[in-house]
């Protein structure tokens, strides 16, 4: 019966994630934007730093998969927020933090939802990285 169960899941899936990038191709361009984070000077305690993921869309999003590298050694991807997020009433979010790989994604599809994220500029999500005390001063991108 589980696999059964887990097969039906897989095959709808796979039908929504068709459905989605054929909507992603629909034309329309949406903007994902990723905030910029200013430290005056290095910290003298290890400090819990958010970025906020934010999303401009013209149409309503049922889904996304979307990773994030950075290019540094010197801090660590702690977690990843849907708190506040857009998003945060669909059900199927599967978003983590890899802090060996440097990566955090944020992924989510709507199934049966009343709606996805809705247009405008809405917060997506929060990555929260650590910044050890006495990291240098750096541009990471």
Request: proline content about 6%; charged content about 15%; aromatic content about 10%.
């Amino acid at each position: 019966m589980l696999k059964k169960r887990f097969l039906i899941t897989a095959l709808l899936m796979l039908f929504t994630l068709s459905f989605v990038q054929a909507y992603a191709q629909s034309g329309e361009n949406d903007t994902v934007f990723v905030e910029t984070v200013v430290l005056d000077g290095p910290p003298s305690v290890d400090t819990l730093i958010p970025v906020k993921i934010r999303l401009v869309n013209t149409f309503e999003v049922v889904g996304a998969s979307l990773g994030f590298y950075y290019g540094s050694d010197d801090i660590t991807i702690d977690s990843v927020s849907k708190v506040g997020a857009s998003c945060a009433h669909i059900n199927i979010y599967n978003s983590f933090a890899e802090p060996d790989s440097n990566l955090g994604v944020i992924g989510f599809v709507k199934l049966m939802e009343p709606q996805g994220v809705i247009p405008g500029d809405s917060l997506l999500s929060t990555l929260w990285f650590t910044v050890p005390a006495g990291t240098p001063e750096q541009f990471i991108p």
